[in-house]
């Protein structure tokens, strides 16, 4: 705390608890956190990861309240919207929804993934070819992307949209596209966009909801 130079931390964060031990997380890890949220260092505990399961492992064995909020992330976006589905349950339990990465790590930009990015082939076959369509119509698709997500957080009853920018102009594209989502400003080519997302859904609907492995495989199964 002293090297952070502050009194609390506003968000603790249980990053990708996928690949760890669930037991430990509900027995040793959050009951910690717990423990320093009383203190007062600590204002709000939260649990993130991608297999969207493993929200429902954990929260069902805590008392409602205990975790304030879950960051799930590549779930809300143009090629898989599988959030949407849990968004009820998540509500019942009382949490905030972070919703991160809606460009997909990458699949649904121009440029395509980094090497890392766990994502099947097809799928990044799939999505690459939906930017290039988009870019062949002088369109561009991580703009769609984003306003997608943030459209549908807002129906969903999703609280935030998390999405990362490595530029000033990815800055000014990001806040063009809240704010046309909002509606506080048009579009100039909304016409020409609407056509485009209809026939990018088209392209992606075959890898619709396509997820990948991540972490231990019995975590991503539903065990209640």
């Known amino acids: 705390m002293e090297r952070l130079q502050v009194d609390y931390v506003d968000i603790f964060q249980c990053h990708d608890i996928e690949f760890r031990n669930l037991d ?8 910690e956190l717990v423990k320093l949220k009383k203190e007062g260092l600590v204002r709000h505990i939260g649990i993130t990861g991608l297999p969207l399961p493993i929200f429902k492992n954990v929260l069902h064995r805590l008392q409602k309240g205990t975790v304030d909020l879950i960051l799930a992330y590549c779930h809300n976006s143009l090629n898989d919207n599988s959030l949407q589905e849990w968004v009820p349950y998540l509500k019942q339990q009382e949490v905030a929804i972070i ?11 121009p440029k395509g993934t980094a090497e890392w990015n766990p994502a099947p082939d097809h ?6 070819a939906a930017a290039r369509y988009a870019e062949e119509q002088g369109v561009s698709l ?19 949209t998390l999405v990362g920018m490595s530029s000033p102009e990815e800055v000014q594209s990001n806040v063009q596209a809240a704010k046309e989502t909002l509606g506080l400003v048009k579009s100039e080519m909304q016409s020409k966009e609407d056509a485009v997302m209809k026939k990018v859904a088209e392209l992606l609907e075959p890898v619709k909801n396509v997820t990948w492995p991540s972490g231990r495989p019995k975590n991503s199964e539903i065990h209640v």
């Open 123 to 128: 799928v990044k076959a799939t999505c690459m």
């Open 99 to 109: 919703s991160a990465s809606p460009l997909s790590m990458g699949l649904l930009t």
């Open 24 to 31: 430990q997380i509900v027995e040793e890890t959050i009951p």
């Open 142 to 160: 991580p703009k769609l992307a984003l306003k997608y997500s943030l459209q549908s957080a807002a129906e969903a009853d999703v609280d935030v």
